[in-house]
């Protein structure tokens, strides 16, 4: 089973939207992570203000708004 990476940070109300749509989304078909960027220098320069980001490995799937579609082609690929 994949693992997608959600990159967020705390009191996010766009990243909890996010992840309110993903879960159903993605149920029994992938494992979602989620890694609060808060307080890590690297994460806050690659992502920064763009959060939330749905990444699977090093390929982004996602910001707000969800993009179902790309999450669906990914998922449908068996990776």
Do not use: F, K, N, Q
């Amino acid at each position: 089973m994949p693992t997608l990476t959600l990159y967020s940070r705390a009191d996010c109300h766009l990243c909890e939207r996010l992840t309110d749509e993903l879960r159903p989304l993605v149920a029994g078909r992938a494992e979602v992570r989620v890694v609060d960027i808060g307080g890590r220098a690297d994460l806050e320069r690659r992502y920064g203000l763009r959060i939330p980001v749905l990444v699977a490995g090093d390929t982004e799937l996602s910001s707000y708004p969800l993009d179902r579609d790309r999450v669906e082609r990914y998922l449908a690929r068996g990776r």
